[in-house]
């Protein structure tokens, strides 16, 4: 029997295919399983391959008309020809990829020596952006670990850090989704985490102070319950400082 009955239902999956924006197919997917699909959270499981190169078409015309609405002429300004097509594979492929590709693979390795001592990775550079605006945050951040039952090599902290971060975000959960990251890598018995970043939202528009910066940090496991634990953490990472500007 052909599809010619005016029901979605029972058309077929390619009918479906042509009649949709691959981003709606995926949105679709994605609300199926009722999971979160914020600006900040990873949607690489709903992105069959192939698809990303279907939806880097979609997103460069939108922003071909966002162009046009902003009544420049991408026909004859040769600047601005192929903004759109660069945009989409920058946001897609660079800036945010942490949301359209898969983590980056870390292996992890048994604890076999019982390592108890706590150690701390940095400065590692993260690159954002903003969810409210879209412009660049740009910082450092120090990860500290009282290792538990597994351990990751020290590289893979900056991988993992530039998967979260590639994510429109704000500065806050970031640093809660890193740490879950992490924690779910290498279990560790103490985690901590500092990021010291600057937000070109403060710095290119609106107040426009161009030396503000935001500390935050997060603390669990044992860092969170041993003061002084929690006070070596943030003296190894005092010491591992530097004074780069963004
Ligand atoms: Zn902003």
């Known amino acids: 029997m052909t599809s010619t009955l005016p029901n979605d239902n029972i058309k077929s999956f390619d009918e479906q295919i042509t009649n949709k924006l691959i981003s709606e197919i995926i949105r679709d997917r994605i609300k ?10 990873n949607i690489a499981d709903f992105i069959n391959p192939g698809e990303l190169k279907v939806l880097e078409k979609e997103v460069a015309s ?8 902003l009544v420049i002429d991408v026909d004859n300004d040769h600047n601005t020809q192929e ?39 940095g400065p590692i550079t993260v690159r954002s952006a903003c969810s409210h605006h879209l412009v660049p945050i ?13 351990v ?21 959960e970031a640093v809660m989704i890193l ?7 290498c279990e560790p018995k103490g985690l901590g985490i500092i990021v010291k970043a600057q937000h070109y939202c403060m710095k290119w528009r609106g107040v426009k102070e161009p030396n503000t910066s935001m500390i935050n940090s997060v603390v669990r496991g044992d860092f969170r319950h ?19 500007n963004y």
């Open 83 to 121: 903004t759109a097509e660069r945009v989409s594979k920058m946001y897609l492929n660079e800036v945010f990829k942490g949301r359209y590709h898969e983590q980056p693979k870390v292996t992890s390795f048994p604890n076999d020596k019982n390592l108890d001592e706590i150690y701390t990775v």
């Open 32 to 41: 199926s399983k009722g999971t979160r699909f914020s600006a900040n959270d």
């Open 226 to 244: 041993d003061i002084s634990l929690k006070q070596e953490f943030f003296e190894l990472v005092r010491q591992q400082s530097s004074n780069n």
């Open 138 to 150: 740009l910082g450092e951040c120090w990860i500290g670990i009282k290792p538990g039952s597994k």
């Open 152 to 172: 990751i090599g020290l590289s893979k902290f900056a991988r993992v850090a530039d998967w979260v971060f590639s994510r429109p975000h704000i500065q806050e």
């Open 62 to 69: 939108r922003i071909k008309d966002l162009l046009k609405s």
């Open 179 to 185: 740490a879950d990251e992490i924690e779910k890598l």
